[in-house]
T-cell receptor, first 114, second 113 residues
Framework: KAGVTQTPRYLIKTRGQQVTLSCSPISGHRSVSWYQQTPGQGLQFLFEYFSETQRNKGNFPGRFSGRQFSNSRSEMNVSTLELGDSALYLC?????????????FGAGTRLSVL | AQSVSQHNHHVILSEAASLELGCNYSYGGTVNLFWYVQYPGQHLQLLLKYFSGDPLVKGIKGFEAEFIKSKFSFNLRKPSVQWSDTAEYFCAVIHTGRRALTFGSGTRLQVQP
């Protein structure tokens, strides 16, 4: 079974631009969560989607948004990029139907904002 | 808001030494607990999990963890580490009914041959 796939692996953008990251979950998983990982703040939850609906949201500004498609693939968008958005963005998938579900992580997209 | 504390930020051990990494969380309700590992250049992988039942859980590669509810702790242990255990270890908590993992700041383990 293929794991969680994130594309692209690396991105370089400049301040003010916007960026879209993609995540393909494990086959059969309906929940996709996004996390930001930085040296200073560690791993922080951005949001979670299930069946094309955002179910949970972390404490990030509205510049961070996401969506999920009917095939469970998810995209994350960051508009008006700031230097502080440089980070590793991780996607995790899980079956999503029970409380006792485990999140499986992709390799991440490393975003550098110049 | 719940939080997770990992008190050891950087641990250096020699091969065959025993390992214990501390993890404490702040939430008082029912929680699910996890340890994830991130080997150099690789993605986060699940080491072990606790949902309910026996508070001593065993994971992959000889790791185990003990959930002590009264102490809000979930410490990771391994009797004898190997050079290949060099990695960053993250403790994470999710309270039942939510979907967001709260992570500790991580512990970088360096095992010297």
């Amino acid at each position: 079974k293929a794991g969680v796939t994130q594309t692209p692996r690396y991105l370089i953008k400049t301040r003010g631009q916007q960026v879209t990251l993609s995540c393909s979950p494990i086959s059969g998983h309906r929940s996709v969560s996004w996390y930001q990982q930085t040296p200073g703040q560690g791993l922080q939850f951005l949001f979670e989607y299930f069946s094309e609906t955002q179910r949970n949201k972390g404490n990030f500004p509205g510049r961070f948004s996401g969506r999920q498609f009917s095939n469970s693939r998810s995209e994350m968008n960051v508009s008006t990029l700031e230097l502080g958005d440089s980070a590793l963005y991780l996607c995790a998938s899980s079956p999503g139907l029970a409380d006792q579900n485990i999140q499986y992580f992709g390799a991440g997209t490393r975003l550098s904002v110049l | 808001a719940q939080s997770v504390s990992q008190h050891n930020h950087h641990v250096i051990l020699s091969e065959a030494a025993s390992l214990e990494l501390g993890c404490n969380y702040s939430y008082g309700g029912t929680v699910n607990l996890f340890w994830y590992v991130q080997y150099p250049g690789q993605h986060l992988q699940l080491l072990l999990k606790y949902f309910s039942g026996d508070p001593l859980v065993k994971g992959i590669k000889g790791f185990e963890a003990e959930f002590i509810k009264s102490k809000f702790s979930f410490n990771l242990r391994k009797p004898s580490v190997q050079w290949s255990d060099t990695a960053e270890y993250f403790c994470a908590v999710i309270h039942t009914g939510r979907r967001a993992l709260t992570f500790g700041s991580g512990t970088r383990l360096q095992v010297q041959p």
